[in-house]
């Protein structure tokens, strides 16, 4: 069955850091651009960040710089989503896609159930 997983979400204080984890079963991960994205209550779906299969990194979200990093573990066949100094407005369900827009991924296939992170003191 090929589908990707996130997962590592949870309850931070304002500064804190999470790791969110992208896990992918039935193909490789490699092969393809990853991208995370958030939706937080009341908003649309935006893109945060996306590793092309180069490693370039593509920001979407000008607030996350600085702050959030991308990077791949092929061994683990995993896509990471490292996040410090985190915000109340960081809030949001988090997903991950083999795409790097969301006009991409939704041309393609359907969301997995996404990782919780919520910031709050």
């Known amino acids: 069955q090929v589908q990707l997983v996130e997962s590592g979400g949870g309850l931070v204080q304002p500064g804190g850091s999470l790791r969110l984890s992208c896990a992918a079963s039935?193909?490789?991960?490699?092969?393809?651009?990853i991208g995370w994205f958030r939706q937080a209550p009341g908003k649309e779906r935006e893109g945060v960040l996306c590793?092309?299969?180069?490693?370039?990194?593509?920001y979407y979200a000008d607030s996350v710089k600085g702050r959030f990093t991308i990077f791949r573990d092929n061994a683990k066949n995993t896509v990471y989503l490292q996040m410090n100094s985190l915000k109340p407005e960081d809030t949001a369900v988090y997903y991950c896609?083999?795409?790097?827009?969301?006009?991409?991924?939704?041309?393609?296939?359907?969301w997995g159930q996404g990782t919780q992170v919520t910031v709050s003191s």
């Open positions: 039935g193909f490789t991960l490699d092969y393809y651009a």
């Open positions: 590793i092309r299969r180069s490693g370039i990194t593509i």
């Open positions: 896609a083999t795409a790097c827009t969301v006009v991409a991924v939704e041309e393609s296939g359907s």
